[in-house]
């Protein structure tokens, strides 16, 4: 929405967030540029660097986590080590 305008469509927001492939990378699905984790109920965008936001509808919570922007470097966090730190966050969240 921009202010009271809807400039993108629910219907294309669940096209989006819908699996297109399966289980592409590790656990994870693919929608439309988003990374779909089926079992936690979750959307992930995950960036250039290591930079990551997690989606939670149910508890409309919105959990986003930066790091190192030296993809190279060892402060790069990939979204399997970033998950267990989403999971804590989810789990203390109401």
């Given at each position: 929405?921009?202010?009271?305008?809807?400039?993108?469509?629910?219907?294309?927001?669940?096209?989006?967030?819908?699996?297109?492939?399966?289980?592409?990378?590790?656990?994870?699905?693919?929608?439309?540029?988003?990374?779909?984790?089926?079992?936690?109920?979750?959307?992930?965008?995950w960036?250039?660097?290591?930079?990551?936001?997690?989606i939670?509808?149910?508890?409309?919570?919105?959990?986003?986590i930066?790091?190192?922007?030296?993809?190279?470097?060892?402060?790069?966090?990939?979204?399997?080590?970033?998950?267990?730190?989403?999971?804590?966050?989810?789990?203390?969240?109401?």
């Amino acid at each position: 929405m921009w202010g009271a305008e809807r400039i993108v469509s629910s219907e294309w927001l669940s096209e989006m967030l819908s699996e297109k492939v399966t289980a592409v990378y590790h656990d994870l699905s693919w929608g439309y540029q988003w990374w779909i984790d089926t079992e936690r109920n979750i959307f992930i965008m995950w960036g250039r660097g290591g930079q990551l936001v997690f989606i939670n509808k149910d508890k409309n919570l919105i959990v986003v986590i930066t790091s190192e922007t030296n993809t190279g470097g060892d402060f790069n966090l990939s979204v399997h080590d970033a998950l267990p730190i989403y999971d804590r966050i989810n789990s203390i969240a109401y």
